[in-house]
T-cell receptor, first 114, second 116 residues
């Protein structure tokens, strides 16, 4: 069975600090990878996704993620966080060709201090 | 982008009553919708996959008689929590995937259910 792990439960940063949130998955086949964000009081929305091609993908609001196949990882990065990035971040995986079977990680709460 | 809307956003009910939550795709047709439950400080747990015109597919451990799902049209799926108990209190989220699209899930705003 597939599973997704996220390295940190809660990350606290000051504004302008760099961010890296870890995500690892377990699945033997080819996958599509996603990062979703849930801002306080809002619904989940897509930050970025990887299907194929360049393993470094760029998303909205300055976020990017790198897919490292050999490490089964899809870490999320942002060079300089803002207070408005405070949110819950979820990594998700779905097997390629079975696009409906999403598996979510437990989430990482990011708190950015002004 | 595709918009998914849930209603109500918050509902409080007495133990033993039933509650219906609606999930609508506002600007696209969704042949498949998904219902998730989100526990505090935990991830989203897939409860069931709702297919238009057919019975929902429930995940292991989810009581199909307690969580009734109806997907009567291409834009509406409903989740009814029957004979609700305090342990059913949770945040329920629906999502949909475009039949021909980018392969991403679009989420509703979620519905906070509190059972007294």
């Amino acid at each position: 069975a597939q599973s997704v792990s996220q390295h940190n439960h809660h990350v606290i940063l000051s504004e302008a600090a760099s961010l890296e949130l870890g995500c690892n998955y377990s699945y033997g086949g080819t996958v599509n990878l996603f990062w979703y964000v849930q801002y306080p009081g809002q619904h989940l929305q897509l930050l970025l996704k990887y299907f194929s091609g360049d393993p470094l993908v760029k998303g909205i609001k300055g976020f990017e993620a790198e897919f490292i196949k050999s490490k089964f990882s899809f870490n999320l990065r942002k060079p300089s966080v803002q207070w408005s990035d405070t949110a819950e971040y979820f990594c998700a995986v779905t097997p390629r060709g079975y696009g409906q079977n999403f598996v979510f990680g437990p989430g990482t709460r990011l708190s950015v201090l002004p | 982008g595709a918009v998914v809307s849930q209603h109500p956003s918050r509902v409080i009910c007495k133990s033993g009553t039933s509650v219906k939550i609606e999930c609508r795709s506002l600007d696209f047709q969704a042949t498949t919708m998904f219902w998730y439950r989100q526990f505090p400080k935990k991830s989203l747990m897939l409860m069931a996959t709702s297919n238009e015109g057919s019975k929902a597919t429930y995940e292991q451990g989810v009581e199909k008689d307690k969580f009734l799902i109806n997907h009567a049209s291409l834009t509406l799926s409903t989740l009814t929590v029957t004979s609700a108990h305090p342990e059913d209190s949770s945040f329920y989220i629906c999502s949909a995937i475009l039949a021909v699209g980018t392969g991403e899930l679009f989420f509703g705003e979620g519905s906070r259910l509190t059972v007294l």
